[in-house]
């Protein structure tokens, strides 16, 4: 890798993105967290060693006699490669299975369990000397093999491939780990001067995509303070049922095929993830409108999830940016105030538990919203043209703020993945051609 891949990496991201990082390829049939395709190695890079993985890292393991008496961390190694993070600290009596192993900083965890799904990473320091049981292996980089570059290369696809298809079982999250096989496919490892370069590249990139992440957390954490100070000193309660009109929706047949064939958005709570919506996954035809319970609401109605598992955590709502159509599991607020449906959708978000709290029923085979008190339930709004007026510019504005950031986070991380892909399959040898 040439010296100035660091300094590259900030000016790339000035630089238009043309598209050529996308993934292409249909939807897949395993969560995300997977790739079962065949690895496949690219053209050895010159200079490089193609060699079984068996070549660069060992097995350790370190027998732990647990005392009773005695206090010892767990760690667990989060899926999608979250890293390797601290669980509960327990005396030796009070843990189960006593086959258990010690880790140190530095080693490679793998669990056997949910490796398919990414789960491995570097112990930290901060966990040297903690516990895991023989669900886990533990392996250490032996000479000529980069512990930040060995990292990022369990990020790359092939690194993820190898793990899939070195498990067996009948379901995908009951697969186990055959590390012995997993040691005998073949990487593409180059000299410990390329990887040490490779990887304070690849770390830039990283840093850069932490510090995106970390503004827009702070921009989320600033907008629900500020709607909820406004809420508290400035702003009335109004009950939901003054704001607007509330409708409901439906299913159309899926026996009629061409109920499914149309472009109108049709929303369902697996939709309600963003306070704005302007697609669906799923979309009906006019026809399906005209002859079933499901109507279509204007742009600017909010959308409020009524029944649904997910209520017993939280009230997702949204504004409709596009007229849709909406199924039994959604009721519509057609907003007929002065205010707009985006600010309605922003402050109810905010909102969310004490709309849980007061309108969730319990008890039910699947949570639902009681609507009458739904529509009895005061928020917090503004009531004058001047307070309604800056609402609309301070609070929608900085939500559309965190809509850019958000999807340019989401370039970034895509452009990550990209990059992984030429490094590691042969396509690259430096960051900065791999960029290019």
Request: proline share 5%; net charge negative; aromatic share 8%.
């Amino acid at each position: 890798m040439k010296s100035d891949d660091a300094e590259y990496i900030t000016a790339y991201f000035d630089a238009p993105d043309d598209g050529s990082f996308e993934a292409s390829g249909g939807a897949s049939a395993y969560p995300p967290s997977v790739q079962p395709g065949i690895p496949k190695l690219g053209r050895k890079p010159e200079g490089w060693t193609r060699a079984p993985i068996g070549d660069f890292l060992e097995p350790v393991f370190r027998s732990a006699k647990l005392l009773d008496d005695e206090r010892y961390q767990l760690v667990t190694a989060k899926r999608s490669r979250g890293g390797i993070v601290p669980r509960e600290v327990l005396f030796g009596r009070d843990i189960r299975t006593k086959t258990q192993f010690f880790v140190e900083a530095g080693d490679f965890l793998i669990s056997r369990r949910q490796i398919s799904h990414g789960a491995c990473g570097i112990v930290p320091e901060s966990l040297n000397g903690a516990i895991v049981s023989n669900e886990y292996v533990a392996l250490r980089p032996k000479a000529g093999l980069d512990l930040r570059f060995l990292s990022h290369l369990s990020h790359s696809v092939y690194f993820q491939q190898t793990c899939f298809h070195s498990s067996i079982g009948v379901h995908v999250e009951k697969l186990v780990f055959k590390l012995e096989d997993w040691l005998e496919w073949e990487f593409d490892i180059p000299p410990l001067d390329e990887q040490e370069q490779i990887a304070s590249g690849l770390d830039a990139w990283d840093r850069v995509v932490d510090l995106s992440a970390r503004r827009l957390q702070s921009k989320e954490r600033f907008l629900n303070k500020l709607i909820y100070q406004l809420g508290q000193n400035r702003w009335v309660p109004i009950a939901l049922d003054d704001v607007g009109k509330w409708v409901g929706g439906g299913t159309p047949s899926k026996a009629v095929a061409s109920y499914w064939q149309g472009d109108i958005p049709w929303v369902s709570p697996k939709d309600m993830g963003s306070w704005r919506i302007d697609r669906a996954e799923d979309h009906i035809s006019e026809e399906a409108v005209a002859k079933s319970s499901t109507r279509i609401v204007p742009a600017g109605s909010v959308l409020v999830v009524t029944r649904s598992g997910i209520l017993r955590n939280t009230v997702p709502s949204a504004v409709a940016a596009v007229p849709v159509a909406i199924n039994q599991d959604i009721k519509a607020l057609q907003v007929n105030g002065p205010w707009s449906g985006s600010l309605i959708a922003l402050i109810m978000r905010q909102a969310s538990e004490q709309l849980r709290l007061a309108c969730v029923k319990t008890g039910t085979t699947v949570e639902s919203i009681d609507l009458d008190a739904l529509k009895a339930t005061p928020i917090a709004l503004p009531d004058s043209d001047d307070a309604i007026a800056q609402a609309e510019v301070v609070v929608v504005g900085l939500a559309r703020e965190i809509d850019l950031l958000t999807a340019q986070l989401d370039g970034l991380r895509t452009q990550k993945r990209a990059l992984l892909q030429r490094l590691f399959s042969g396509g690259s040898t430096t960051v900065k051609e791999a960029a290019e």
